[in-house]
């Protein structure tokens, strides 16, 4: 199997300031009970886009038809607390392909990373003028390149490079799936298994 | 140059190093449970494999389950398919299940410890952040992702980078009415809800030597609260007498062997860690949260920080430099797999015992196990709470997470032994207070935020 890949992405970007915004609110627990991965783009961010009747809460980035893009742009310290998956499926399934932030939390991270969504760290300051190109004008295109490891403001050319471990880079460019990969070493697993064993 | 615990456990289960540095890391112990699991079953499905090492798996069902009527079927159907799906798929590849109904069944990171599943120099996940828990008894522990659930299930083993290691000492003697939750909600205080990200945290000095295992498991289980890969104290006599004739521990000759071995699991003295704070004890008082992250919190006679978030005060409905004393409560939650051990409930209960419940208050306490909820049957627990007008529920991960009907209503004040003050994590608009067991008796027994060295003269 293969993860989806990623190689450049141009693209308009949605701003949610929030500083520490953690899993629950990217997917409230009560949203987690389906057994299938299918539907959680949905309930992204639910209790922030709608109020209790189920509209859309009109301030809210997402609800704003200003915003569009495929890339999410999110205060420091994104993905906090629990682990579900859920919030990478969530953001992923419901267009996103790339998250920057100015600090990521470590499980999500991984969790993005295993699902072709690409976490993006840049500076704190990078953050701030990425949230200002918005501000100024909600058209702005950014480049993100996975190559490279560069992200780019296209109107000021701009751009901060960010860091990514070369494995994971490499199974994103490829689509390459750790399953797989760990499946296909079995044998040097087991004779891991029969040295300890005989410890 | 010496190696830490963490250097010396993470060594010995490296299979190979890929380029970038990411570890093919072999697992010794896999948890799981109802939600994080059924996504990673279904991509076996799809591959068309099965889970090599069945036997290193331990499952049960905790997050999605009522805790009252367990003899009857879940009401609510999603969780009932989500519930039967694991068991399911349990039977199906030849794992150990305690469901519901099973006098092995409880919240995850309570069962595994109680049954000697959990043992030092161990590597242990389980698809659920609050694994950092097992760290108590010197295991390398964490939470992970359902596509890791996958390759552990696919291979027993994940492809990780080694976390960056750091120490945190507490010395001196904790005071009176001083517990492990307030050591943790303390430290997460100081160095934030993100201050632990990228590291694994190594708890030591005096005061975490005197904690009991249930004391080091609520210290290891926040430690994921302020952003760390887990928490880990080195094993010593308290983590040896506490798994002594457990289940699945070693027994006889080879637990005495086994020792031995656990002996060596601590850092050498010219270890390095990549950061490291010094606490001290003394300056640890009860704890309470007023925001709405685990590190916004405070000792229970401070006022509000001036320079609190406001969108957190707003979504509390507090002021900076309000005194959280005396504020009203609704609620009280004692339980989660931070506060739901047998020690908790003793301690709650001697607390209450001879007083009453506030009229005010809604009291949901939820042991964290089957077994939990036995001993404190034959301890007489059931009756003093019965007696103070509490009633015990049964296990489960309850409202903490919210994903049964334990849920605190929109604006209501909750005053909770778990483990995330997040908005709605109770609830759709509830607000949480998180303490540790004292803070809450006191709640309980007022109906108000109170220092439990008052109410009950500790």
């Not at chain 2, 708890?203 to 295992?213: K, P, W, Y």
Request: hydrophobic residues 40%.
């Amino acid at each position: 199997m293969s993860i989806p890949k990623f190689d450049k992405l141009i693209s308009r970007a949605i701003p949610v300031r929030t500083e520490n915004i953690d899993t629950d609110q990217i997917i409230p627990a009560r949203f987690l009970k389906a057994v299938e991965r299918k539907g959680f783009g949905d309930n992204l961010f639910y209790d922030w886009r709608f109020n209790k009747a189920g509209q859309p809460i009109a301030g809210f980035p997402l609800n704003d038809p200003r915003y569009q893009g495929e890339i999410l742009v999110a205060g420091r310290n994104f993905g906090c607390g629990s682990s579900r998956e859920h919030a990478a499926w969530a953001i992923f399934d419901h267009g996103f392909r790339v998250v920057v932030s100015s600090f990521f939390a470590d499980i999500f991270r991984n969790n993005a990373l295993n699902n072709g969504l690409l976490p993006v760290k840049v500076s704190d300051e990078f953050l701030a003028e990425i949230f200002a190109e918005i501000d100024r004008d909600p058209m702005a295109q950014f480049e993100v390149d996975l190559e490279q490891q560069t992200f780019t403001i296209l109107s000021s050319k701009h751009s901060e490079t960010f860091e990514i471990d070369a494995y994971k880079k490499r199974c994103l460019q490829n689509g390459y799936d750790d399953v797989d990969y760990l499946v296909s070493i079995m044998p040097q697993i087991e004779a891991f298994e029969e040295k300890r064993k005989s410890l | 140059m010496g190696k830490t615990l963490l250097d010396k456990i993470w060594d010995a289960h490296t299979i190979r190093t890929e380029d970038g540095g990411r570890t093919v890391l072999y697992i010794d112990r896999h948890y799981i449970h109802e939600v994080t699991s059924p996504v990673a079953f279904a991509g076996l499905e799809k591959r068309g494999i099965g889970v090599a090492r069945p036997q290193q798996v331990t499952a049960t069902c905790d997050h999605n389950i009522p805790t009252e009527k367990q003899h009857l079927p879940i009401e609510e159907p999603q969780s009932r398919e989500q519930v039967a799906a694991l068991g399911r798929n349990c039977a199906k590849y030849g794992i150990t299940y305690f469901g519901m109904g099973n006098p092995k069944q409880g919240i995850v990171h309570i069962i595994g410890p109680e049954q000697g599943f959990t043992q030092p120099g161990m590597t242990i996940v389980c698809g659920d952040s609050h694994t950092s828990t097992h760290g108590a008894f010197g295991a390398v522990a964490f939470g992970i992702g359902t596509s890791e659930v996958e390759m552990v299930f696919a291979s027993q083993c994940l492809i990780q980078s080694k976390p960056k290691t750091m120490r945190i000492t507490v010395d001196g003697k904790l005071g009176n009415g001083v517990e492990a939750k307030d050591i943790i909600l303390y430290i997460i205080s100081k160095i934030s809800a993100s201050g632990g990200t990228g590291h694994f945290i190594e708890f030591a000095g005096e005061a975490i030597r005197s904690l009991s295992m249930e004391g080091r498991m609520t210290l290891c289980n926040m430690s994921i609260e302020c952003g760390a890969r887990g928490g880990i104290v080195a094993p010593d006599q308290t983590t040896f007498d506490y798994l002594r004739g457990r289940g699945n521990a070693p027994q006889g000759a080879d637990f005495e062997r086994a020792i031995e071995r656990w002996k060596e699991l601590h850092s050498d003295p010219d270890a390095q860690f990549d950061t490291e704070y010094r606490f001290d004890a003394a300056d640890i008082q009860p704890m309470i949260t007023y925001g709405t992250n685990p590190g916004m919190g405070m000792a229970i006679t401070d006022t509000i920080p001036a320079e609190a978030d406001p969108k957190a005060l707003a979504y509390m409905d507090f002021k900076a430099g309000e005194k959280m004393i005396g504020k009203p409560v609704d609620y009280v939650f004692v339980g989660s797999c931070t506060n739901g051990r047998i020690e908790d409930l003793r301690r709650f209960a001697q607390l209450v015992k001879g007083r009453k419940k506030a009229a005010n208050i809604t009291a949901w306490i939820v042991p964290g196990s089957k077994k939990v909820e036995e001993m404190a049957e034959k301890e007489g627990i059931r009756q003093i709470l019965a007696d103070a007008g509490f009633e015990l529920r049964q296990p489960g991960c309850s409202a903490c997470l919210a994903m049964n009907a334990d849920k605190v209503p929109a604006g209501k004040y909750c005053v909770s032994t778990s483990n995330r003050n997040f908005e709605g994590r109770q609830g759709p608009g509830a607000r949480t207070l998180l303490s540790g067991v004292a803070v809450a008796a006191a709640a309980a027994v007022t109906g108000s935020v109170q220092d439990p060295r008052q109410v009950f003269n500790l």
